[in-house]
Antibody, heavy 119, light 109 residues
């Protein structure tokens, strides 16, 4: 059974960089069948796709966040990570990591982690 | 960008009822690239349907998906107490490649 677990600070100051890591167990980020993605959900609102990465390092980002987002993968640790720069209160959300078969849909999700942007 | 519009925003229903949720796309979506998720409070979304009509592993057969082009439907044949949740559709397509609908909340009447 594939499991994903997000980790990182729950509080980030405005204008700082949000950094999260997703650790994958029961599966490998090096599998060629899957992309690995970040999605976020502001409190009480809907889901927003942030971006995804392939094990080779190839990435695709939501154009609305592209200028501030970096997703990377560490195959040796079976992890992938998210960095979102210049955060504001609008970036306060639950951040989820997920597995994406063929880059098409999300079949396994982490439990999510709430990141609050506040001074 | 393909925009997914879900309707209605909220449905108030009783256990045992049949429910049909709508997801309409602003442009045609390949049936292979339409998925549905269920989200309960405090939990991550759970994949229900992919490829418009294929049930994900472990999903009860009371859940079914259908549709093509710009109109897709998720049907729950008989609502169980655990089915009261928010449901999202999601498509894979052009930039951005992955987008979600705004969700439909199914609440207890």
């Amino acid at each position: 059974q594939v499991q994903l677990q997000e980790s990182g600070p729950g509080l980030v100051k405005p204008s700082d960089t949000l950094s999260l890591t997703c650790t994958v167990s029961g599966g490998s980020v090096s599998s060629g069948s899957y992309y690995w993605s970040w999605i976020r959900q502001p409190p009480g609102k809907g889901l927003e796709w942030i971006g995804y990465i392939y094990y080779s390092g190839s990435t695709n980002y939501n154009p609305s966040l592209m200028s501030r987002v970096t997703i990377s993968v560490d195959t040796s640790k079976n992890q992938f990570s998210l960095k979102l720069s210049s955060v504001t209160a609008a970036d306060t959300a639950v951040y989820y990591c997920a597995r994406v078969p063929r880059g098409v849909y999300f079949d396994y999700w982490g439990q999510g982690t709430l990141v609050t942007v506040s001074s | 960008e393909i925009v997914l519009t879900q309707s209605p925003g909220t449905l108030s229903l009783s256990p045992g009822e049949r429910v049909t949720l709508s997801c309409r796309a602003s442009q045609s979506v390949s049936s292979s690239y339409l998925a549905w998720y269920q989200q309960k409070p405090g939990q991550a979304p759970r994949l229900l349907i992919y490829g418009a009509s294929s049930r994900a592993t472990g999903i009860p057969d009371r859940f079914s998906g259908s549709g093509s082009g710009t109109d897709f439907t998720l049907t729950i044949s008989r609502l169980e107490p655990e089915d009261f949740a928010v449901y999202y559709c999601q498509q894979y397509g052009s930039s951005p490649p992955l987008t979600f609908g705004g969700g439909t909340k199914v609440e207890i009447k």
